[in-house]
């Protein structure tokens, strides 16, 4: 008879042990990355009441997660509250969001909305229905945020989603344009903030899976494969394989941003500009060479070879 040749008991041990520090390690960065963007932008204050805006995937889930885990040791009192559009997509779940968030022990709003039939009958098969769908959800959630009073709208969206928009208003739009960490919403009424702004996608993604978050496809946009916001998270991804650190680099540029080298009139003055006699270190640098860890050449062809 063969010998069972049984490993020793330290070795699974030590290997639970490991995958427990990496887990502690990714909440604690994210904990770390997510106090961090509200300390930079101020985004809660003493007394606010948060309203969460939960979705059903990884990064509104994990959202909630940090903000609960950040509420326990905050200097500041604030309150949080989850809120679910229920968009009566076909065959949703309806009943997992409440069972999670009731078990979780969080305050919760369920808001039943038929978003998905307007859509379907308004944009044409094939169609493209996030921005229609993105706009009626907006209302939607503004006119809750109202009923609930509270005083900022949080959202899911982390540093990809950032990278994302701008480079989707750059190349479709023609316009250099991000999605802020916090911002008036465009009623006037309300403050909207992105606490996972400096948040990578990869990290959230972990996270669900560690924590077993109980994700909810959305089956209205999610089977539009060729979505412009696909094509432009698949260069990011290329990127981040073939040239480790760009990806961090364009992110460093969001809020590195040198007005007078770029060329919006109503940003700058440049038609009264005149010479003031004093040295200025932004100032024209003639015909001086920039400082570039990629050649001019590698990043021309970078963009023409990226399809």
Same mark, same amino acid.
């Given at each position: 008879?063969?010998?069972?040749?049984?490993?020793?008991?330290?070795?699974?041990?030590?290997?639970?042990?490991?995958?427990?520090?990496?887990?502690?390690?990714?909440?604690?960065?994210?904990?770390?990355?997510?106090?961090?963007?509200?300390?930079?932008?101020?985004?809660?204050?003493?007394?606010?009441?948060?309203?969460?805006?939960?979705?059903?995937?990884?990064?509104? =889930?994990?959202?909630?997660?940090?903000?609960?885990?950040?509420?326990?040791?905050?200097?500041?009192?604030?309150?949080?509250?989850?809120?679910?559009?229920?968009?009566?997509?076909?065959?949703?779940?309806?009943?997992?969001?409440?069972?999670?968030?009731?078990?979780?022990?969080?305050?919760?709003?369920?808001?039943?909305?038929?978003?998905?039939?307007?859509?379907?009958?308004?944009?044409?098969?094939?169609?493209?229905?996030?921005?229609?769908?993105?706009?009626?959800?907006?209302?939607?959630? =503004?006119?809750?945020?109202?009923?609930?009073?509270?005083?900022?709208?949080?959202?899911?969206?982390?540093?990809?989603?950032?990278?994302?928009?701008?480079?989707?208003?750059?190349?479709?739009?023609?316009?250099?344009?991000?999605?802020?960490?916090?911002?008036?919403?465009?009623?006037?009424?309300?403050?909207? /903030?992105?606490?996972?702004? =400096?948040?990578?996608?990869?990290?959230?993604?972990? =996270?669900?899976?560690?924590?077993?978050?109980?994700? /909810?496809?959305?089956?209205?946009?999610?089977?539009?494969?060729?979505?412009?916001?696909?094509?432009?998270?698949?260069?990011?991804?290329?990127?981040?394989?073939?040239?480790?650190?760009?990806?961090?680099?364009?992110?460093?540029?969001?809020?590195?941003?040198?007005?007078?080298?770029?060329?919006?009139?109503?940003?700058?003055?440049?038609?009264?500009?005149?010479?003031?006699?004093?040295?200025?270190?932004?100032?024209?640098?003639?015909?001086?060479?920039?400082?570039?860890?990629?050649?001019?050449?590698?990043? /021309?062809?970078?963009?023409?070879?990226?399809?």
């Amino acid at each position: 008879m063969q010998a069972v040749t049984i490993p020793p008991v330290n070795t699974s041990l030590k290997s639970i042990e490991k995958i427990t520090y990496e887990n502690n390690k990714l909440h604690k960065r994210l904990c770390r990355l997510v106090g961090q963007a509200i300390g930079d932008f101020n985004m809660i204050e003493e007394g606010d009441k948060v309203m969460v805006c939960l979705s059903g995937g990884k990064d509104s =889930y994990a959202l909630l997660d940090i903000l609960m885990s950040l509420r326990e040791r905050a200097p500041i009192n604030f309150e949080i509250i989850a809120v679910n559009l229920d968009q009566k997509q076909p065959n949703f779940p309806d009943h997992i969001l409440p069972a999670y968030l009731e078990k979780l022990g969080v305050p919760f709003h369920i808001e039943n909305q038929d978003t998905y039939s307007i859509v379907k009958r308004l944009i044409p098969e094939g169609k493209t229905t996030c921005s229609l769908c993105s706009r009626l959800r907006r209302g939607i959630l =503004y006119r809750v945020a109202d009923e609930l009073g509270a005083t900022k709208i949080a959202l899911g969206h982390h540093r990809d989603d950032i990278m994302e928009t701008f480079f989707l208003n750059m190349f479709f739009g023609g316009k250099l344009k991000g999605m802020p960490a916090k911002l008036q919403s465009d009623d006037g009424k309300h403050i909207v /903030i992105r606490p996972l702004a =400096y948040v990578k996608e990869s990290d959230t993604e972990r =996270y669900a899976e560690v924590k077993k978050f109980p994700i /909810i496809p959305c089956d209205l946009c999610g089977s539009q494969e060729n979505l412009q916001r696909k094509q432009i998270k698949q260069l990011m991804r290329d990127w981040d394989k073939s040239h480790p650190g760009r990806v961090d680099n364009i992110f460093s540029s969001l809020s590195t941003v040198v007005p007078s080298h770029l060329m919006d009139k109503d940003l700058f003055g440049f038609t009264g500009l005149a010479p003031t006699g004093v040295a200025d270190a932004n100032g024209d640098k003639a015909f001086d060479e920039e400082p570039c860890a990629v050649p001019t050449t590698g990043v /021309i062809n970078l963009f023409l070879n990226s399809d």
